[in-house]
């Protein structure tokens, strides 16, 4: 049915314990940031809304909030990057290290280790963050085929079944673009642009068992994210109770925002690790199928941008150390 373990799955998550904890403080963090400015654009609001009636104050209220709100996730967008860079791609490259069987580093110094393995591949954070992006793009496009394809099948009522398992696919496909960059880091290459468009030709050509895998890790992610909103609705009506005029939603919202944060940082590595193993093991000893090359090229134009990059990057190079480009990239 599905080709991973869950034990090793969650000897994973305990071999990158370090991770684990980095990802719950920051992802809590964010959580408790919005709280926060929530409340403080609440409190605000609610005292400028005391030279008014009270309608007037429910309303200056309302918007200081929404504008506390506002402001956190424009700051957590602008960081993203950020967040990509140092907690996703580090935490992929000392799980892909530990499948490996190479030793870890234990506290702290395991954080710095996965930056100096992300930092020796990508470069620059917009660098990671520019692969991420086409790759999400290029997923989309591999899925896109796969229903292409399903449609064509002589099956009575196929295509309303369709609508529903494509959007079961698009949201099993968020979790796979951190897989393509695990190839990438797993394969030590010089050229990350290159490396992702030959992860995925392989993903593209093990798309059906890699989405097979995918679509029942995600129904258990989102599953027990659900569990978890539905436990913080609690103690996030509780904290709405803090805030200056009781903002209605507010309960619904930040059971929202806890749910994520758990997810973000317990439940999706969990989910990770598991399609981590799937993508290795179809993958392993496999080369990139030229026919699946050439369907990515005709189908999406984020496939061939990222060609584009890959020349560029390996162009760079080569005039950085003195060789011409051209020459000697065979």
Same mark, same amino acid.
């Given at each position: 049915?599905?080709?991973?373990?869950?034990? $090793?799955?969650?000897?994973?998550?305990?071999?990158?314990?370090?991770?684990?904890?980095?990802?719950? *403080?920051?992802?809590?963090?964010?959580?408790? =940031?919005?709280?926060? *400015?929530?409340?403080?654009? =609440?409190?605000?609001?609610?005292?400028?809304?005391?030279?008014?009636?009270?309608?007037?104050?429910?309303?200056?209220?309302?918007?200081?909030?929404?504008?506390?709100?506002?402001?956190?996730?424009?700051?957590?967008?602008?960081?993203?990057?950020?967040?990509?860079?140092?907690?996703?791609?580090?935490?992929?490259? *000392? +799980?892909?290290? &530990?499948?490996?069987?190479?030793?870890?580093?234990?506290?702290?110094?395991?954080?710095? %280790?996965?930056?100096?393995?992300?930092? !020796?591949?990508?470069?620059?954070?917009?660098?990671?963050?520019?692969?991420?992006?086409?790759?999400?793009?290029?997923? !989309?496009?591999?899925?896109?085929?796969?229903?292409?394809? +399903?449609?064509?099948?002589?099956?009575?009522?196929?295509? !309303?079944?369709?609508?529903?398992?494509?959007? %079961? $696919?698009?949201?099993?496909?968020?979790?796979?673009?951190?897989?393509?960059? /695990?190839?990438?880091?797993?394969?030590?290459?010089?050229?990350? @642009?290159?490396?992702?468009?030959?992860?995925?030709?392989? %993903?593209?050509?093990?798309?059906?068992?890699?989405?097979?895998?995918?679509?029942?890790?995600?129904?258990?992610?989102?599953?027990?994210?659900? *569990?978890?909103?539905?436990?913080?609705?609690?103690?996030?009506?509780?904290?709405?109770? $803090?805030?200056?005029?009781? @903002?209605?939603?507010?309960?619904?919202?930040?059971?929202?925002?806890?749910?994520?944060?758990?997810? &973000? /940082?317990?439940?999706?590595?969990? &989910?990770?690790?598991?399609?981590?193993?799937?993508?290795?093991?179809?993958?392993?000893?496999? /080369?990139?199928?030229?026919? @699946?090359?050439?369907?990515?090229?005709?189908?999406?134009?984020?496939?061939?941008? +990222?060609?584009?990059?890959? /020349?560029?990057?390996?162009?760079?190079?080569?005039?950085?150390?003195?060789?011409?480009?051209?020459?000697? !990239?065979?």
């Amino acid at each position: 049915m599905f080709s991973f373990s869950v034990g $090793l799955s969650l000897r994973l998550m305990a071999q990158t314990a370090p991770f684990v904890i980095f990802r719950m *403080v920051i992802y809590f963090a964010i959580a408790v =940031a919005y709280v926060l *400015v929530t409340g403080v654009g =609440a409190g605000i609001g609610f005292g400028i809304g005391g030279i008014g009636d009270s309608d007037f104050q429910a309303s200056s209220t309302l918007w200081g909030g929404g504008i506390g709100f506002a402001l956190t996730a424009g700051v957590i967008y602008i960081l993203r990057e950020y967040i990509l860079y140092i907690v996703k791609a580090g935490h992929i490259a *000392v +799980m892909v290290e &530990a499948l490996d069987g190479r030793e870890l580093p234990a506290g702290q110094g395991q954080i710095a %280790y996965a930056r100096d393995i992300v930092t !020796n591949h990508f470069g620059e954070a917009s660098v990671l963050f520019g692969i991420d992006q086409l790759v999400k793009g290029v997923l !989309n496009a591999i899925t896109g085929l796969l229903q292409g394809l +399903m449609s064509l099948l002589p099956i009575p009522g196929l295509n !309303n079944v369709m609508g529903i398992v494509r959007g %079961y $696919l698009r949201v099993a496909v968020g979790l796979l673009d951190e897989i393509i960059l /695990a190839h990438i880091l797993r394969h030590r290459s010089t050229n990350p @642009w290159a490396s992702a468009r030959e992860a995925l030709v392989l %993903y593209g050509q093990n798309a059906k068992p890699m989405l097979l895998n995918a679509a029942w890790v995600t129904l258990f992610v989102y599953g027990l994210s659900f *569990v978890v909103f539905i436990l913080m609705l609690a103690p996030a009506s509780a904290l709405v109770y $803090l805030i200056p005029g009781a @903002w209605s939603a507010g309960g619904f919202v930040f059971a929202l925002l806890f749910a994520w944060a758990v997810k &973000a /940082a317990l439940i999706e590595p969990f &989910a990770i690790a598991c399609l981590l193993q799937s993508f290795f093991k179809a993958t392993d000893g496999q /080369a990139p199928n030229p026919e @699946w090359e050439a369907r990515l090229e005709a189908a999406s134009n984020k496939f061939k941008k +990222m060609g584009q990059r890959a /020349a560029e990057w390996m162009g760079g190079k080569t005039k950085a150390s003195g060789t011409p480009a051209g020459v000697g !990239n065979s």
